[in-house]
């Protein structure tokens, strides 16, 4: 069993920037896929962007330029720096781990931009 805990989520002004952190209780957390989604109401869960173990990074077309994922396998944590954030950004951004077969999600950090 994986434990998450997503912090860093707030109100950011539009264009604004905010970094996510979503830290891991397993101390294997070196070998699990990390990513990071997002829910807004009333709309799917998406995802926004992805880390393999070994560093290799996926994005959202949506998010490519501005948002950056990362780890720190010695803290068992994961990052998601946001730059230059919309308001149709506001969502609930949820951490993910999956390792096959077992996959994990945290309770979620609520983000909110807005003037």
């Known amino acids: 069993q994986v434990q998450l805990v997503e912090s860093g989520g707030g109100l950011v002004q539009p264009g604004g920037s905010l970094r996510l952190s979503c830290a891991a209780s397993?101390?294997?957390?070196?070998?699990?896929?990390m990513s990071w989604y997002r829910q807004a109401p009333g709309k799917q869960r998406e995802l926004v962007a992805g880390?393999?173990?070994?560093?290799?990074?996926t994005y959202a077309d949506s998010v490519k330029g501005r948002f950056t994922i990362s780890r720190d396998n010695a803290k068992n944590t994961v990052y998601l720096q946001m730059n230059s954030l919309k308001p149709d950004e506001t969502a609930v951004y949820y951490c993910?781990?999956?390792?096959?077969?077992?996959?994990?999600w945290g309770p979620g950090t609520q983000v909110t931009v807005s003037s």
């Open positions: 993910f781990a999956r390792r096959a077969p077992d996959s994990f």
């Open positions: 880390i393999t173990s070994g560093g290799v990074t």
């Open positions: 397993a101390s294997i957390f070196s070998t699990y896929y």
